[in-house]
């Protein structure tokens, strides 16, 4: 009969133990996540287009070329293309 009140009193203290456990625990991370809410604050950029779509006049002009590009292997002549809308 003592032994299994010895047994009992230990599972209660380790429970009791665990649960003072875990609300600290909790307290901690609400602690942490408060502290960083204060503190960190993500940069709010706004950015605007120059135009959102070209007009319905526009066109768009393209230019073409050659260029070497030097490679492993050796200088390869590749083709080049640049556009913009007018």
């Known amino acids: 009969m003592l032994k299994s009140r010895r047994v009992f009193a230990v599972a209660v203290l380790m429970v009791a133990g665990f649960v003072g456990g ?19 604050r993500r940069p709010h950029i706004v950015i605007h287009p120059r ?11 393209c230019h073409y070329w050659l260029a070497r590009e030097f490679r492993v292997s050796g200088p390869v002549i590749l083709p080049q293309q640049q556009c913009r809308w007018r």
């Open 22 to 40: 875990l609300a600290s625990a909790a307290e901690n991370a609400r602690d942490t996540r408060e502290l960083a809410a204060q503190t960190v």
């Open 51 to 61: 135009r959102l779509e070209p007009g319905p006049n526009s066109k768009r002009v």
